[in-house]
Nanobody
Framework: QVQLVESGGGLVQAGGSLRLSCAAS????????MGWFRQAPGKEREFVAA????????DYTDSVKGRFTISRDNAKNTVYLQMNKVKSEDTALYYC?????????????????WGQGTQVTVSS
C-alpha cells in the first residue's frame, strides 16, 4: 500500500498557473505508475494525466493537453502536476493516485491507492 498526500491546490485566476504535488510513502515508489484524477461537484471522477514508473511515458486527457504537465521525481517519491493556462472548467478536487504496475491507465479502477485530494478553484 502507498500513502499519498497532495498539496498545492488553491484559488487561481483563469489563465494562471498552479503546481500540484503528491508525496508518496510506504512502498517502493518507482514500482508504481501514478495518475491525477479530478472530480467537480455533481460530476464523476475523471482522468486527467498519468505517468509510467520511469517518467518516460505520459498520458493526458484531451482537455488538458498542451496546458498540463505530469512529472515525477523518484528520488523524492513525488509526482507533480503543472497546470498552466487554467480555465474555469478545471475547477475540481484533484486526486493523486498510484497503480501497482509500470504502465499508465485511464480507468480509476486500475489504481489501487488514492490521496485525500486537493481543491483547485479557478476564478474568471
Amino acid at each position: 500500500q502507498v500513502q499519498l498526500v497532495e498539496s498545492g491546490g488553491g484559488l487561481v485566476q483563469a489563465g494562471g498557473s498552479l503546481r500540484l504535488s503528491c508525496a508518496a510513502s510506504g512502498r517502493t515508489f518507482a514500482n508504481y505508475a501514478m495518475g491525477w484524477f479530478r472530480q467537480a461537484p455533481g460530476k464523476e471522477r475523471e482522468f486527467v494525466a498519468a505517468i509510467n514508473w520511469s517518467g518516460g511515458s505520459t498520458d493526458y486527457t484531451d482537455s488538458v493537453k498542451g496546458r498540463f504537465t505530469i512529472s515525477r521525481d523518484n528520488a523524492k517519491n513525488t509526482v507533480y502536476l503543472q497546470m498552466n493556462k487554467v480555465k474555469s472548467e478545471d475547477t475540481a478536487l484533484y486526486y493523486c493516485t498510484a497503480r501497482d504496475g509500470y504502465d499508465t491507465r485511464r480507468s480509476p479502477l486500475q489504481y489501487t491507492d488514492w490521496g485525500q485530494g486537493t481543491q483547485v478553484t479557478v476564478s474568471s
